[in-house]
């Protein structure tokens, strides 16, 4: 051992450090509060749940239940580290049946924060209350005997200046929080959920009976209409809950949660085998959208390999892939009728088709067909980087007469571009040609919006209510109107001028899936590529509908006109086409 100055060099930390540490290692942010909070909650049996933040959750995180609440010596050895009861020997971390068991919760909540508890058992005749700070328990005195915990933390982070930089703003921070509870929610659907920021109530999930109605709460309709639930089942392990189905799948990775024994986890085992499952039902560029449940015999999987328990490890991967692949495949080959369209429609919303301006032809509102709004040219520079695939042009031949020759299965179009035969898609084409209006017209700052005359009113989730009204200003810049109405119901009053008629309902849904990534996305352009292509695919023509050869003709002709670019923003193939030598060589006709 190195010693220097007749010293060592290795010292013991103080007890107050340790507990910082510890806590940096539980505690990266309120929402991770409130995650150890509510397990705790949820542990002590409690039939409902209440939190309550202020400035997302770093002025005030409170989290009461009607749980079986502590008495005082319990109260107080709650607070000292590796306190626990919910193991008692080295061997229980093999069989964990409980939500928390590290015993490591409060006490580094305490140690970067404030705490006051205010807790009681049915048998105690007086409760009690106790505040800790920094670490060291101070007052305890009685309190009234409710039966319960009632837990509050103050001033996170108050003196850790350089943990606290690292947040991000209060609205942000509630975001997470929010994901926290409804993960919960989800898990438990025999609990009630309720969860109030800034004194108001943004989410409340009564107790309800089974998984499928704690869905139905927490995400919009569409998910369930769209889904496709499922069961299996072997010696050791059981999976239920919901995939989406393959028509419906799209770029978004939002749903995808797993719970193994209620705990929401990460597992690339897992994820790996739903995507196995899929397989080539699954649309190119679009991933699996599911919420699973995953019960395993305990001693199967160990939960004590990650400071907050965000992952798990399975006794035996093998075990558990070939039950996740096998459920999810049989569960699509089951519908498989259903599936046979899939590479045209995987995209296609079920939209209404309305006339725009030009008789007959949905959302066609373009410079060519109508002359009434022309935009600069950019560079191909300007084409959307998140696509699946290069968003490639081919060589143009913009003199070139285009003759429609017909449509194939109301979705595909043929036409010939000068020598060569061309079969477009019809929604991907005209996808492509509105995101590229849309994105000149925002590039230019000349991106105007038309008014709807009769707008509904469209009732949300709360939180996703608050995110409407968290980005409205920007949204505005996109042409997208879209109104407050009451705690959670807002109204879409208008849309870009370049855009058809939408169905509100399902565009929004799509549009909140884009607003959910924004923060992890800071560029602006990215964002607004996104909702761009959103209000692109949402306003283009769909698959299914019949089309006149002028139209084709005038769609073929746009599409050229951009570029004939091989994607939608989405990434998927918008053409094929044969040259003339091709058609030739196909026909041995090369040398006669």
Known sequence: MLKTDGGTKIRLLPEDVIGRIAAGEVVERPAAVVKELLENSIDAGSRSISIEVKDGGLSLIRVTDD??????????????????????????????????????????????AHVRLLTATASDEVGTK????????????????????????????????????????????CTHIVRVVQQAALAWPAIQFRFIQNAQELLNYPSVRSETERIAQVYPRAFLEHGLSLEGEQPGARITGYIIDAIHAKP????????????????????????????????????????????????????????????????????IHQLVR????????????????????????????????????????????????????????????????????????PDAEVVALGQINRTFLVAQAGGDLVVVDQHTAHERVLFERLYRAWTARSLQAQPLLLPDPLDLPPDHAALIRRYQGDLEKLGLEIEPFGATTVLLRSTPVALGEVDPRVFLE?????????????????????VLASLACHGAVRS???????????????????????????????????STDDLEKMFGRVGW
């Open 130 to 173: 106790l505040e800790v700070s920094g670490g060291l328990v101070g007052n305890i005195t009685d309190a009234p005997p409710v039966v319960g915990t009632r837990i509050e933390v103050t001033g996170l982070f108050e003196h850790q200046p350089a943990r606290k930089k690292f947040l991000k703003s209060a609205p942000t921070e």
């Open 67 to 112: 749980g079986e609440g502590m008495g005082r010596p319990d109260a107080i050895s709650a607070f000292q580290r590796h306190a626990t009861s919910k193991l008692r020997s080295d061997a229980d971390l093999w069989s964990i049946r409980t939500m928390g068991f590290r015993g490591e919760a409060l006490p580094s909540i305490a140690a970067v």
């Open 544 to 578: 299914g509908r019949s089309m006149k050869l002028d139209e084709i003709k005038a769609l073929v002709e746009e599409w050229r006109a951009e570029g004939e670019i091989t994607t939608c923003p989405h990434g998927r193939r918008t053409c094929f086409r044969l």
């Open 252 to 319: 978004s990775r939002i749903p995808q949660e797993l719970f193994v024994n209620h705990r929401p986890v990460r597992n690339l085992t897992v994820s790996h085998a739903v995507g196995e499952g899929y397989g080539s039902f699954l649309p190119r560029g679009c991933h699996p959208r599911f919420v699973l449940f995953l019960d395993v015999d305990p001693e199967r999987v160990d939960v004590n390999v990650h400071p907050t328990k965000r992952e798990v490890r399975f006794s035996d991967n093998e075990f």
């Open 326 to 397: 096998r459920t999810v495949r049989q569960r699509l080959s089951g519908t498989e009728g259903a599936q046979r369209h899939v590479s045209t429609e995987a995209t296609d919303q079920a939209a209404p088709h309305v006339s725009a301006s030009w008789p007959g032809f949905a959302g066609m509102t373009t410079s060519r067909l109508t002359e009434t709004q022309s935009f600069p040219q950019t560079s191909s520079g300007t084409q959307l980087a998140f696509a699946s695939e290069t968003a490639e042009s081919y060589v143009r031949v």
């Open 510 to 530: 799509d549009l909140l899936e884009d607003l959910l990534q924004w923060d992890r996305v800071p560029a602006l352009e990215a964002r607004v590529r996104a």
